[in-house]
């Protein structure tokens, strides 16, 4: 039994009768449950993927006015010593807002070059955290696999084995985290050509046989269009306890770049399955497939770019458009659970330029964005016992905040190590619980707005 647990269970024995119902009505101090509820059907949890190097979860939420149930960041895997202090950053500044952590587990060398002692490290230190602070992960191992973008895309059987160990460590010692497989939407696959001018290539040549067979789902002879863009990566249903997709606004018709605004049906014609691939119809959706059909529930990680550089509509009317057509699909698909926008700044080849991807952008854009939420079919949280920032202090080498600044990084690749961790290259007293806990149970909180502050 865990140290802290056994304390709350000492406590509940002894002070039983002392304290009663007060104790009753008081969390156990960073525990929170085993899993939390689903928000109910027709409801998601909503949150962000940040610019960790250049902004926090406080500084994002008191832009937003409102709050949020996740918080999102890619961490390098196996474990380095960077990517455990961006592990610990997320975990406990999730844990001060009751938040989700979802965690992109982003593979630092080859797929078969993971093994289950990295999962085990993994899920031991999700386990301390934990119960440091109460923290429960959604991991998104390897996200976005079928693109020709990551150095671990397009490797089905390397990546269905590396999935299944991760998986099974995390189902048979985890206490606090959770699997989440997470393609690209597959309008455009193979991707040839679309991103840094890949080319399709004939799976007669592909170095490993396995894969050539797996891809080619249509017999053609070639990773084409016309193969499956995502059932040669999925690990199984006992693998995978979330489904997950990657679906991005870029413009229309694949006019990357293009400030258009969204027509009234771009959302659901890709959760159709409809959108990119010429006759509406022609497959069954990745919802229906594998969200639905599985009983699983999914994880949307979602946005709309605004191309500054770019002539049309506002940069408020493109993304209030989709953040509503979100609203509108979380009330429409009941596995909708969960969904993360993008508010990073990254580099776009698409555009050849950083883009910025937030919703609080500007006042407008903010106060227009946490209306659409506050009154949306969004679970805003907190969805787990909120712990307070000097209950939940940063490990030693953590800073309390990440400066704020106004220039742009060196390079998208700087960022990239940065924020990831990956290198570009290659109680003391049984009175002293009693206050802790007593402190967790004041940190609870109802849903409420936030006090806005001057806009930088």
Do not use: C
Not at 68 to 86: E, F, H, I, K, M
Not at 145 to 162: D, F, I, K, L, R
Not at 253 to 281: M, T
Not at 351 to 377: D, M, Q, Y
């Amino acid at each position: 039994m865990r140290p802290l647990r056994r304390l709350a269970g000492l406590l509940g024995t002894t002070l039983g009768t002392t304290l009663g119902a007060t104790m009753a009505l008081v969390p156990t101090a960073y525990a929170a449950e085993a899993e939390p509820d689903l928000p109910p059907q027709g409801t998601a949890w909503f949150g962000a993927e940040l610019d960790w190097d250049r902004d926090s979860p406080r500084r994002y939420l008191d832009r937003l006015g409102t709050d949020a149930s996740l918080l999102a960041r890619p961490v390098a895997y196996p474990l380095t010593d960077g990517s455990r202090r961006a592990l610990r950053r997320l975990a406990r500044t999730s844990a001060e807002q009751g938040a989700m952590s979802v965690v992109d587990l982003q593979p630092a060398t080859t797929l078969d070059g993971l093994d289950a002692d990295d999962a085990e490290t993994l899920v031991e230190e999700l386990d301390e955290l934990g119960e440091a602070h109460g923290s429960r992960f959604l991991l998104r191992f390897a996200p976005e696999m079928n693109g020709s973008w990551t150095a671990w895309g397009q490797q089905p059987t390397a990546y269905v084995a590396a999935f299944r160990e991760l998986a099974e460590v995390v189902h048979a010692e985890a206490e606090a985290a959770w699997t989440v497989w997470a393609p690209a939407y597959g309008a455009g696959y193979p991707y040839g050509g679309s991103i840094d001018g890949v080319r399709l290539g004939s799976v007669t040549s592909a170095s490993d046989a396995r894969d050539g067979k797996r891809l080619d789902t249509d017999g053609s002879g070639d990773l084409a269009p016309g193969d499956d863009p995502y059932g040669p990566y999925y690990p199984g249903d006992e693998a995978v306890d979330w489904v997950g997709l990657t679906m991005l606004r870029y413009g229309v018709s694949q006019r990357f770049g293009a400030n258009v605004r969204p027509g009234s049906d771009a959302l659901q014609a890709r959760l159709d399955e409809d959108f990119g691939y010429g006759a509406p119809g022609s497959r069954t959706s990745f919802y229906d497939r594998f969200a639905d059909s599985r009983d699983q529930p999914m994880l949307l990680v979602t946005g709309a770019l605004y191309n500054p550089a770019g002539k049309g509509v506002s940069e408020d009317e493109v993304k209030r458009t989709w953040l509503r057509q979100v609203a509108g699909a979380v009330r429409s698909r009941a596995r909708l659970r969960a969904v993360v926008w993008l508010e990073d700044a990254r580099f776009e080849p698409e555009v050849g330029r950083v883009v910025r991807w937030g919703l609080t952008r500007s006042r407008a854009l903010a106060t227009t964005a946490s209306r659409i939420l506050e009154r949306g079919p969004f679970d805003l949280g907190p969805v787990l016992t909120p712990v307070a920032q000097d209950e939940a202090a940063p490990e030693p080498e953590e800073s309390q905040e990440v400066e704020e600044r106004d220039d742009e990084p060196a390079s998208f690749l700087d960022r990239a190590e940065e924020t990831t961790g990956v290198p570009v290259e290659g109680a003391a007293s049984v009175l002293g619980a009693v206050a802790l806990l007593l402190g967790v149970g004041l940190a609870l909180r109802a849903r409420r707005r936030r006090m806005r502050p001057p806009w930088l």
